[in-house]
């Protein structure tokens, strides 16, 4: 399983992004999905997970502003995010697993500043 992350770049407080992480061989193939970020001196931490079936979770400090989702047709796991704040500025990165093991994309940095 390999996981590539893309779509990050700089946006301004308020303003709107889409990551994206396409999954080969294909997105069948592994189980739950999620978004982690890291910023700058800090832990990695859970954003979203979105299950096989389309359930989905949000750490509180993204729960109205940030949708994830999947789409089987594509391979790719998408995070809408709206209400951009300078504290969501980090690497973003796509996790999923598969037969137990655990698989990281290589991550895209989001930058929120004016």
């Known amino acids: 399983v390999q996981l590539q992350a893309s779509g990050g770049g700089l946006v301004q407080p308020g303003g709107s992004l889409r990551v994206s992480c396409v999954v080969s061989p294909s997105i069948f193939d592994v189980d739950a999905m999620g978004w982690y970020r890291q910023a700058p001196g800090m832990q990695r931490e859970l954003v979203a997970i979105?299950?096989?079936?389309?359930?989905?979770n949000y750490a509180d400090s993204v729960k109205g502003r940030f949708t994830i989702s999947r789409d089987s047709y594509r391979d790719t796991l998408y995070l809408h995010m709206n209400n951009l704040k300078p504290e969501d500025t980090a690497i973003y990165y796509c996790h999923t697993h598969s037969h137990g093991q655990n698989y990281w994309g290589q991550g895209t940095l989001v930058t929120v500043s004016s």
């Open positions: 979105i299950d096989n079936f389309g359930a989905a």
